[in-house]
Structure formats: C-alpha cells, structure tokens
C-alpha cells in the first residue's frame, strides 16, 4: 500500500491490483445457479410421464385387439348364457316363474267376485273355468280361475290379525307372531305336498298344477279372518258362528271346484259312475274338503279367549 501526504496527513491508496483481480474473479463465477438444465430435465421426465398411460393404453388396446383374448371373451359369454339358461330350465321344473303372472293378472271387480264366492258359493251355478285357445282365460276374466293374490293377501292379513289378537291379550312378542307366521305357512306346504302325494298314489288324470293347489289351499285364510275379526269384536260366540258359516262356506267351495278336476266328466256332472278309481278320486275330493274346517279352526282357536 502506498501513502502519500495530504494536508490533514496520510491517505491510503488502494491496490488497485488487488482490485482488478477481486473483480475477475466476480467475473468468473456465477451470481445465480443456472437452473436451465433441471427445467429441460423436469420437461422431459413430464413427457416422459405423459407418454407412461399413452404407451399403457395402446398396449392395452393391442391385448384387447388380440384374436385370441376376444376368443376368450366370446367363450365366456357363451359360458355364462348356458349356466343362466341352465338355472332357470331347473327352477322353472320347480316354481314356474314364468306363469306366475297369470296368478295375478287380478283386478278388483274380480277379487271382489271372488270374496263373495267364497263367503256364500251356494247360489253359483257354473264352476267350470273358461278356456281360450286351450288356454285358461286370466283370472280377472273369470271368477272360477285360481289366483295368487287372495291367498298372499289373506295369509298377510291372517298374520297381521293374529298379532293384533295376541296384542289385545298381553301375549304379543315378535318371537310368538313369528312363530305363527310360520307355523300357519309350514301347515299349508305340508298340506300340498299330501294333495299332490295322494293324486300321484290315485293316478288322477288332471290338469291341477302345484300352484293351483296352492291357490285352493289359500283361500281358508279368507274364512279365518273372518272369524278372528268377529271374535275380536264381539267375543268367543260371534268368533264360533261366523267360523262354522265359512268353514261350510270353503266346504262347499272345494268339493264345486275340485270335483271338475278330479272327477271323470260323468261323475262330474253328478251321475253315478262305478269303478275304483272315481271312488278314490271321490273320497280323495272329500277328503281335501274335509281338511279345510280343520286347518281353520287348528290354526285361530288360540287367537280368541
């Protein structure tokens, strides 16, 4: 450093060297970071990444376009067709599904029609049921034609009164109205199943299916409410007298109805027909008749107290 003399004293010069060389080395390194570098980095990786589900889809679609994998795909199709076809062939030998809308192709002219027949079936005089195109015409087209409908109904309704009677005695739980639904339903299939053991024992000849059983079979539910309603209202006598008047009701109902399809065409139209069979036919007639009072008063005499 050089000093040279001023009027207060000495002034320090600075090395102008020192100074040259401090600012080539600013020069020389760099203020900022470049960051070009990462930024193209950044950009290629997200073309990279974008170019990923690009180069996924197509081979994807090069798997999809592939004959064997659309083979593959057209077999099991096949496959699941036939199983589905296979499933409702066997249920249909069971429960035929697809009749079952005839059972309830109902409307209220014909449940009406239907509620009076089986109250009082005394004055009806043709019990035959009407074909067309030897097919049996809906059920809302003519009132001898079995349904579904009055017997689901009635059996709700019947579960529902009974709860009502037991609620009226302090008994009700669910685990007892259970125990009714159940039991009032095991008793029908129970006594469906022996119809149709009896009809295959006679070798009747008939044109009922297990439906139309079912449907003969429901309809007491109608006479049931009547006589727990009634006792509910007017007590254990009422309950006697308008049971007694629907069990002769659903007697008669049956034995009109059952007989033109059990019954040879002469033994039918009442005259007299000898031999075995229509004997066995006759009693076998009487006999699921009979069990209509009994399942009647079976399944409503614990109801009323």
């Known amino acids: 450093m050089d000093y040279t003399p001023t009027q207060s004293g000495f002034r320090q010069q600075p090395n102008m060297r020192q100074r040259n060389s401090s600012a080539d080395g600013l020069e020389g390194s760099q203020l900022f970071e470049d960051t070009s570098g990462a930024a193209h980095g950044l950009q290629t990786g997200y073309s990279n990444q974008q170019a990923g589900p690009q180069a996924a889809g197509f081979t994807g679609q090069s798997i999809l376009s592939d004959p064997m994998s659309n083979l593959a795909m057209a077999y099991g199709s096949s496959l699941a067709s036939q199983g589905r076809e ?55 087209f003519d009132v001898n034609a079995p349904d579904l409908y009055i017997p689901a109904m009635g059996f709700i309704t019947y579960v529902l009164v009974a709860g009502l009677a037991l609620g009226t005695q302090n008994r009700f739980s669910p685990e007892l109205l259970g125990v009714q639904a159940s039991s009032a339903f095991v008793w029908l299939i129970m006594e469906v199943l022996a119809v149709l053991l009896s009809l295959y024992l006679v070798t009747a000849n008939t044109d009922l299916t297990t439906i139309d059983l079912l449907a003969f079979s429901g309809y007491k539910y109608v006479g049931m409410i009547i006589g727990v309603v009634a006792g509910l209202l007017f007590g254990r006598p009422a309950y006697y007298l308008s049971l007694l008047w629907c069990c002769a009701a659903i007697f008669v109902f049956m034995i009109r109805t059952l007989r033109l399809k059990l019954l040879s065409d002469a033994a039918a139209e009442g005259r007299l027909v000898r031999g075995t069979r229509n004997q066995l036919r006759m009693y076998l007639t009487m006999s699921i008749a009979a069990a209509q009072p009994i399942f009647m008063y079976w399944l409503t005499y614990h109801l009323i107290r």
């Open 86 to 140: 296979m499933v409702d062939k066997n249920l249909d030998r069971f429960i035929p599904i697809s009749k079952m809308k005839y059972y309830f192709a109902v409307d209220t002219v014909y449940v009406g029609k239907k509620l009076g027949l089986l109250v009082f079936p005394y004055m009806h005089e043709n019990w035959e049921v009407r074909y067309q195109q030897d097919t049996p015409v809906a059920p809302r």
